[in-house]
């Protein structure tokens, strides 16, 4: 069964930084596409970054130039750097394959707070 954990969330002011990592487990992680993706309150959940199996990436506009994707495949363990936060990137931010086909079981994620 694959299981999914988010971390790295908290309370930031807006212009800080944040690391998120998801650890992958029961899966050959290596040879998927992942995602990340993210939940404000009241909204639906969007698509933010991906990076394929060779490690070439996309954003979502609101968030480029600010957020950086990265994995490592050895650690079975994708991350999102994010810079320049703002009050509209709080969320839960959850990871999972792309979204083609089913995904996997979502963890908890870990929710992301910009306020001063």
């Known amino acids: 069964q694959v299981q999914l954990v988010e971390s790295g969330g908290g309370l930031v002011q807006p212009g800080g930084s944040l690391r998120l990592s998801c650890a992958a487990s029961g899966v050959n992680f290596s040879i998927y596409a992942m995602a990340w993706y993210r939940q404000a309150p009241g909204k639906q959940r969007e698509l933010v970054s991906t990076i394929t199996e060779g490690g070439s990436t996309d954003y979502v506009d609101s968030v480029k130039g600010r957020f950086t994707i990265s994995r490592d495949n050895a650690k079975n363990t994708m991350y999102l750097q994010m810079n320049s936060l703002k009050p509209e990137d709080t969320a839960v931010y959850s990871c999972?394959?792309?979204?083609?086909?089913?995904?996997?079981?979502w963890g908890q994620g870990t929710q992301v707070t910009v306020s001063s």
């Open positions: 999972n394959k792309v979204p083609v086909g089913s995904l996997w079981p």
